[in-house]
Structures are given as C-alpha cells and as structure tokens.
C-alpha cells in the first residue's frame, strides 16, 4: 500500500476503564478520516496495549474481595469478548518507552521480546498504583484469578479486619466484608471527621448510617503510619500505628486502602510529567506540547480529584483524536468539583448511585442482573459482550 493510502494508527496505551472505552468509541463505524489533501480516505486503526489479558477493572473493590465471583462477572472481562474490539489489535506487555520524535512506543511483551508501536496519535490511559488491587504487573488470567482467590481466602480466615482509609475503596471493603460476614469485627480507621472528603457531604451522611447498620465500628480522625517499602500493597496483619497519637490498633488482617496512589509512568518522557509524575494535560486533553498525544483517566492531571475518568472523557478523547486526524474543532473537558456514582457497589437491596450534589438513588436488586449489567452496560456502554466468564 502506498504511504499516501496507509490508515492512521492510534495507539492506546494501557486498556483499563477508560482506555477500553476510548478504544471502543473510535472503533465503533471506523469513522474515515482524510489521509492526503488529494481526498483520500480510510479507516483508523487501533492498537491497544496492556499488561492485562482483559478489562480487570479498578471499580467496586468490596465486591471484589468479598465477593469475588459476583465482581469477576462484571468486572474481570478478556478482550476477546467484547464485540467492539473485534477490529482492534491488543497487544499484551508492559509499556517501557516512548519515542516523541520517532512517534512510537515500546513495549515488552510476555516472551520477553521488545516491539516497538508506532503511532499517528497517541492516548495514555495507563492509570494508577493503589493498594494491592491496582497494580501495572504483566499478568495472565491464572494469575489474576489466584490473586482474586487468595485475598478473598486471606479476608475469610481474619476473626478482626481493620480497613485503613476515608475514601470509596476503604468504604466500600469494609461495607461489603461486613455484609458477607457479619460475625466478624469490622473497624474503619480514616484520618478526618468524616470519610469520603472528595464526595458531597450529604453522600457521607447517608453511607454512614449503611455502615453502623453493618455493625463497621468507625474511627475517625485517625491518620495511619503507613508501612515502609511495599507494605500497603498487600492485605497486612499490623499493628497498625498512628500519627495522631492514638494506641496501635491490631487486626488479623489490614486492607490498606488510603489513596496513596503512583501513576504508571516511568515509562514516559520527563517533560510529558508534572511535579507530581502524573501526565500533563489542556483543557482538550491533549498532552501539553504534545499535538498528537492525549491523556485521561487517574493518570492525566486534570484537576485535583483527577476526575476524567469518571466522567467519561473517553467519549470527548475519541472525539478529540479524530478532529486531530482530520482538522477538526477539539472539545474541551470540564471537570466536576465532587465525585460521585456508586460507593458501596451493589447491596441486598440494590445499588445506590450518588449525583455529584450528593443526592443518591436507588436501582432495586432484580433490575441489576436482568437491566443494568446486560442492557445499559454490556450493550450500550460496552457495545456487546459475549458470555463467558473467568473461573475464580
């Protein structure tokens, strides 16, 4: 093929939440875009890279360690099965490099060769570390369902759990650990007056009395000593020791769940990062100084709360990488100043959804399995999911 008929090649680096759902979006027609002033058209192709065999989403990590076989239906999902990637190639390694000049990444893949990408327009989506559920290793699908059944296993063996943390992960563990077993003793431990400090103050008001009514004993205004070296990133035994003066606190097991979060960007150049490593962004979402670069998700500095991921920029993003293909108008994000949606995932009577005022409503328990997840989600938002599911 002659170079002036080659398609543009976007590639997307890191497939979690929001990098699917960019890939998702561009895919979805394979929208022509002119190639040469002499009119030429064709299709984008798409490359996605990630150090998962699948979608092993972030979200809902209650769920997740409670009840892992409800989360790995919904949450734990190959590539293969989503309908919308059948024209996107995935490629399955861990990002090492990226060559702006050159305009391609590199990557080392499972058999420890190096491949390098090259690119038309790139998209960083490789999000963040946090806690032992978010973590860049190169994984294959065994060994993602041994992490998923050896914590659950760890969680059920504790008498005493002690869940670290004020934001929704560490309300969602200790909501939902308390709900599967509630014979166990539950205390939450977070560092201010209330938890949840990035939500509306009304979500907090209505999430606490779900707690107390799970028997969660709540701590507040306890601020952790965090363990040296790599120590949140597993779930811990303690003691658990305080810089706010209070006696340690021992638990047989400690979910560390404090938002201590590292972008997954060593990989990147220096002057793509802020002060912070995280990737900096304009308003549009493109990488400052970067044409042909864009960035979304918790590793883009947004804003403070980093809220694009949430607020599904990947549908602006998609937008934004074709204008830049074509010589379009690019949009721009506008963050919100809450976070909201979901805390406490789903429940024994439904799942309760909060709006950035900190209003919250209710979708009963048998509209979950029968309308959210097979309609709104695997159809609309995911745009088809074949059935199969991971055995955890």
């Known amino acids: 093929m002659s170079a002036h008929r080659r398609r543009p090649r976007v590639v997307i680096a890191g497939m979690g939440d929001s990098g699917l759902l960019t890939a998702l979006h561009l895919a979805r027609g394979r929208s022509p875009v002119p190639l040469s002033r002499s009119g030429s058209r064709a299709a984008i192709d798409i490359v996605g890279i990630s150090s998962k065999p699948g979608l092993l989403s972030g979200q809902e990590l209650g769920t997740r360690i409670a009840r ?51 690119y038309d327009v790139l998209v960083i989506s ?25 914590t659950h296993a760890r969680l059920r063996a504790a008498t005493s759990i002690a869940v670290i943390g004020g934001g929704a992960a560490a309300i969602s563990s200790a909501a939902n650990v308390a709900a599967v077993w509630p014979n166990k003793n539950v205390h939450l431990y977070f560092p201010g007056s209330r938890a949840l400090p990035g939500h509306h103050p009304r979500v907090w008001q209505q999430v606490r009395a779900r707690l107390e009514g799970y028997g969660v004993e709540l701590h507040p205004g306890h601020r952790a000593r965090l363990p040296a070296g790599s120590g949140i990133d597993h779930i811990g035994t303690g003691p658990v020791q305080w810089s706010t003066g209070q006696p340690s606190a021992h638990a047989d097991a400690v979910v560390w769940a404090v938002g201590a979060v590292r972008p997954n960007t060593e990989w990147l150049p220096a002057d793509l990062l802020d002060e912070h490593g995280f990737v900096r962004v304009d308003d549009d979402l493109g990488v400052t100084g970067h044409e042909r670069i864009f960035a979304l998700g918790d590793v883009a500095a947004t804003d403070p709360l980093r809220n694009s991921a949430r607020n599904r920029a990947d549908r602006l993003v998609a937008h934004n990488v074709r204008a830049t293909l074509r010589g379009g108008h690019r949009r721009r994000y506008r963050p919100r100043q809450h976070r909201w949606g979901s805390v406490l995932g789903v429940q024994r009577d439904g799942l309760e959804i909060f709006t950035p005022d900190g209003r919250g409503f209710r979708l009963p328990a048998w509209s979950i399995d029968t309308v959210l997840q097979p309609w709104i989600v695997r159809r609309g938002i995911y745009r088809g999911v074949r059935d199969q599911e991971w055995e955890v």
């Open 126 to 150: 490789t999000g963040v570390r946090n806690g032992f559920w978010r973590q860049p290793t190169l994984q294959t699908a065994a060994d993602i369902a041994d992490d998923l059944r050896r």
């Open 68 to 118: 892992p076989d409800v989360w790995s239906r919904d949450y734990w999902i190959g590539f293969d099965r989503f309908r919308g990637l059948d024209r996107v190639r995935t490629v399955h390694g861990t990002l090492v490099g990226l060559d702006t000049g050159q305009r391609r990444v590199e990557v080392v893949r499972s058999d420890c060769s190096t491949v390098a990408e090259p």
